[in-house]
């Protein structure tokens, strides 16, 4: 790939957001990958996600839609992200439901969400997948070593306190800068630990 090429292109980023509880991190997480600086946002949203988003939050659809530079329709197996020669920095799934777990740990792309993280794994880019369940079963866990394996960073939305939260916000704003970490991107979201 040509340097030009690679600049141009090097800030594109990917949110998936699947069928899990968890709506909030996805739509604070796409809040702060918006406002990044010269981040091109893109934006996966399932069916399950939409159902999700219904149910367990205030959120309008079109506001979570609203963050995203470009959405590309779930169901579009031939949007761009589904192509490898589609360049961009990384891709996330946030929340990762435990059925898109299995999906992109088996490499069965039936849309473009799963087809998108697969793609990402075969060219060896950054993804990063928020799985949000609780307990976790042994195919769960095991769904999670083999996404490890084939190189995702598995990471559940746990909590810190070392940056002393006041709210929830605050807790939203720490994970949100930790994902941002992960993909190399600056933030004011929090105060590292020190």
């Known amino acids: 790939m040509d340097d030009i090429h690679q600049k141009k292109t090097a800030r594109r980023v990917i949110l998936g957001v699947s069928g899990a509880s968890g709506v909030e991190y996805a739509f604070h997480l796409a809040r702060a990958l918006r406002a990044a600086?010269?981040?091109?946002?893109?934006?996966?949203?399932?069916?399950?996600?939409?159902?999700?988003?219904?149910?367990?939050?205030?959120?309008?659809?079109?506001?979570?839609?609203?963050?995203?530079?470009?959405?590309?329709d779930c169901d579009h197996l031939g949007a761009?992200?589904?192509?490898?020669?589609?360049?961009?920095?990384g891709m996330i799934v946030c929340p990762c439901s435990m059925s898109s777990l299995a999906a992109i740990a088996s490499g069965v792309g039936t849309n473009l969400l799963h087809r998108a993280a697969d793609v990402t794994l075969k060219e060896r880019r950054p993804l990063i997948l928020v799985p949000r369940e609780t307990p976790l079963n042994e195919i769960h866990l095991r769904n999670m070593l083999r996404a490890h394996r084939a190189g995702a960073v598995i990471m559940p939305p746990c909590p810190g306190?070392?940056?002393?939260?006041?709210?929830?916000?605050?807790?939203?704003?720490?994970?949100?800068?930790?994902?941002?970490e992960q993909l190399r991107l600056p933030h004011d979201l929090y105060t590292r630990w020190s």
Not at 40 to 63: D, K, M, N, T, Y
Not at 80 to 89: D, I, R, V
């Open 37 to 72: 600086d010269g981040v091109e946002l893109h934006g996966i949203i399932s069916g399950g996600a939409r159902e999700v988003l219904r149910h367990e939050s205030s959120i309008p659809l079109q506001e979570l839609q609203n963050c995203f530079h470009v959405l590309h």
């Open 80 to 89: 761009a992200p589904a192509s490898g020669s589609w360049f961009h920095t």
């Open 161 to 180: 306190f070392y940056h002393r939260p006041r709210n929830l916000e605050d807790l939203l704003d720490q994970f949100a800068g930790r994902i941002l």
